[in-house]
């Protein structure tokens, strides 16, 4: 089995930049501004002689907005394929009551869950991770996505009780179909449509998609 593992966690905590460590990619936009990913994004990534797919989500910002519900949506969506949830902070901020209310979805989705404290850059390792004991969470890891620092220990850890197995080839035997069109013309819903899901967030409001997502799909 391959594992599927979900990345989630408040804006701006460093979910794409773990996102491209992992799959080796620059597949998930990164910037210093929060919000930018609202899609689910897949990727697969290897480690030793691991095969294992990763989701990078939106941010939870426990908002009430209509977009956020939709962000939200997705989220929950990638923690219900997810086989590990690694949950990510901010040890720059400290533990804050978004992070609170996203570890209440996490228990009640029964799913193993690892916190990973992000930035910690220049921080104190017992300082940092002292405030997310408070989680209640049992694994917690030191990381810097930026840095790649403990990212591979991350990955040998979490991986360890999966067997080896490698990527198969992709044979590639489907077309490969873009699409594109001005903000707001209805790309998003189209791809909703083509798939029978909700694959990407629909919303009447220019540039809700910022990533290029890439969504396999069958038909017959």
Not at 23 to 40: F, K, W, Y
Not at 152 to 167: C, H, R, V
């Amino acid at each position: 089995m391959i594992p599927v593992i979900a990345l989630i966690g408040r804006p701006n905590v460093g979910k794409s930049t773990l996102f491209n460590v992992f799959t080796r990619s620059r597949d998930a936009i990164v910037a210093n501004e929060p919000g930018l990913t609202r899609d689910r994004q897949y990727g697969v990534g290897e480690r030793s002689d691991k095969t294992f797919i990763v989701i990078d989500t939106g941010g939870l910002s426990g908002e009430k907005q209509d977009l956020d519900d939709l962000m939200a949506r997705q989220t929950r969506l990638a923690i219900e394929e997810a086989d590990e949830i690694l949950f990510i902070v901010d040890a720059q901020q400290g533990l804050t009551s978004g992070d609170q209310l996203i570890a209440d979805l996490v228990r009640k989705s029964g799913k193993s869950c690892h916190v990973v404290v992000n930035k910690v850059d220049g921080s104190n390792p017992e300082q940092a991770q002292a405030d997310f004991f408070a989680l209640g969470f049992e694994h917690l890891h030191l990381v810097s996505a930026a840095h790649r620092k403990g990212t591979g220990i991350l990955l040998d850890k979490l991986l360890q009780a999966y067997a080896s197995q490698p990527a198969t080839e992709d044979t590639g035997a489907g077309p490969l179909v873009a699409v594109i069109g001005r903000p707001n013309v209805g790309k998003s819903t189209l791809i909703n449509r083509l798939v029978g899901e909700e694959r990407v967030v629909a919303f009447d409001q220019p540039g809700t998609t910022r990533d290029t997502i890439s969504v396999p799909f069958e038909r017959h």
